[in-house]
């Protein structure tokens, strides 16, 4: 009997061939978890294991078509991948070669975004510390966003109602696509050497998750977290959170909030200018007013004490007048009687009444004599009351 | 640019509202505010009124400032 005595080189060949031949080994899907998970960082290929509680298989994920992944597969992780399995004749080595891979349960995307939050979180990218606060009344705003579409259209209108006074500068990018990322760090680059820009909006419209996935590059969010200008972020619609929006320094619900979030509103503006000219020329008219209140109660306050000093005075007056008065009539009847008893005493003194009493006066030489100064013969005269004798002395007596 | 001093003619202008609204000016100084504050207030409104958007492309920004 003849013994066939195979070389290994053989057998794995056979082997080979046997697995790489049925139809249904070449395209299938697996269910597992991820075990032993290598990443050769050089050649870029996947090296792991697939389990479930009762069998592994070896598996590995050539860079070309681990490159497509948008989430980075780790130990643990259960996933579905497409493949096919082989043997690799080298070391004997039974795998499973994976095309694609997505993880079980959750959708890839939103594992991938998952891993790079969490990732960019740990490095401090989203402190609050780190943002800016948003220039209130700037002079230039940069926009990067697509050049079509309803977002730019909104965000010029938007600011164009509200703030006219602010200039825009449109950078337009592509936001999805493989040029996206590309186009939008060039931007932030470019616009930081524009002088005088105050605030970046970059965003855009809505869109699938995929639309947007161009918002959770781990280089934007380096580029936004380093750029100088404050950025708002405006991706997609209200439920939409990007990388963008997290590393942003203000994120915007949509690029019509971004755009209202930006400038104030001229309108409000006018109103609160007008309410502050209100308040001002009623603060004056109030001061005003309560000024002439003082000056009139000062003025009335002046006039009575005045009026009253009159009357205190014209009392005085009148009192100091009556009693003038009074001693002016005390004077004056005290003079009447001094008068009166002088005039008496002027009319006992009037020689004539002497005369109307029965005396006589006699004369010579128009001279008074006594009886002394007589001699027989004077001639004499005798003054009567009724007239006078002119007389001659007939003879003297002496009186002893 | 005009912006900057709008800025500042509306930190003005609401310091005055303030001051006068505190009440301990004089009746001088009142009036002084007062017509300080309606001048910075007229400016803005003009400034305000008188504005239109302005737009324009990155590239052609660079090109110019360069």
Redesign the interface.
């Given at each position: 009997m003849k013994i066939t005595v195979l070389s290994v080189k053989q057998l794995n060949s056979y082997v080979k061939s046997l697995l790489e031949s049925d139809n249904h080994l070449s395209s299938f899907y697996l269910s597992g978890e991820i075990s032993n998970f290598k990443d050769h960082y050089q050649s870029g290929h996947l090296y792991f294991s697939l389990k479930d509680s009762d069998a592994v298989i070896k598996a590995v994920m050539f860079r070309f078509s681990a490159a497509h992944l948008k989430f980075k597969p780790q130990d643990g992780m259960k996933v579905i991948c497409r493949g096919r399995v082989s043997l690799y004749e080298r070391d004997g080595t039974y795998q499973f070669y994976v095309e694609d891979m997505i993880p079980e349960g959750v959708g890839d995307l939103t594992l991938a975004f998952n891993q790079i939050k969490e990732k960019l979180e740990k490095a401090g990218y989203f402190l609050e510390s780190h943002k800016k606060p948003i220039p209130k009344f700037p002079k230039r705003i940069a926009v990067i966003t697509s050049d079509t579409g309803a977002a730019v259209m909104d965000i010029l209108n938007i600011t164009g109602r509200r703030w006219p006074l602010c200039e825009i500068i449109m950078c337009p990018v592509h936001v999805q696509g493989e040029l996206a990322v590309p186009d939008l760090i060039n931007a932030i680059t470019r616009v930081q050497t524009v002088p005088d820009i105050d605030t970046i909006i970059i965003g855009r419209g809505g869109g699938s998750a995929e639309d947007l996935w161009a918002f959770n590059s781990e280089e934007l969010a380096t580029a936004i977290y380093s750029c100088k200008i404050p950025v708002i972020s405006a991706v997609g619609h209200e439920t939409d959170f990007t990388i963008c929006d997290f590393v942003a320094d203000l994120r915007a619900p949509t690029p019509s909030a971004a755009a209202e979030l930006a400038v104030p509103d001229c309108n409000k503006f006018f109103e609160h200018l007008g309410g502050m000219d209100k308040r001002l020329r009623f603060i004056i008219a109030e001061q005003v007013k309560s000024a002439y209140l003082k000056i009139q109660l000062l003025n009335t306050r002046m006039r009575t004490v005045i009026s009253e000093m009159i009357t205190d005075k014209a009392q005085q007056i009148d009192s100091f007048s009556d009693k003038l008065c009074a001693s002016l009539n005390d004077k004056l009847k005290c003079c009447e009687k001094v008068f009166g008893i002088t005039l008496g005493k002027l009319n006992t003194l009037n020689p004539l009444s002497v005369l109307a009493r029965g005396y006589t006066v006699t004369t010579k030489d128009n001279l008074s004599v006594t009886a002394r100064e007589l001699k027989t013969d004077d001639k004499i005269t005798v003054k009567f009351l009724d007239g006078t004798a002119n007389c001659i002395v007939d003879s003297v007596d002496l009186e002893k | 640019?005009?912006?900057?001093s709008?800025?500042e003619n509306?930190n003005r202008?609401?310091e005055?509202?303030k001051i006068?609204?505190q009440?301990e000016t004089s009746?001088d100084d009142?009036?002084a505010l007062?017509e300080e504050?309606?001048k910075l207030?007229g400016e803005?409104?003009k400034?305000?009124e008188g504005?239109?958007?302005?737009?324009?492309?990155?590239t052609d920004?660079?090109n110019g400032?360069k």
């Open positions: - | 640019m005009q912006n900057k709008f800025e509306i202008l609401e005055i509202v006068l609204e009440g009746l009142s009036i007062f504050g309606v207030s803005c409104n400034t305000l504005a239109k958007q302005k737009i324009t492309m990155l920004v660079e400032e």
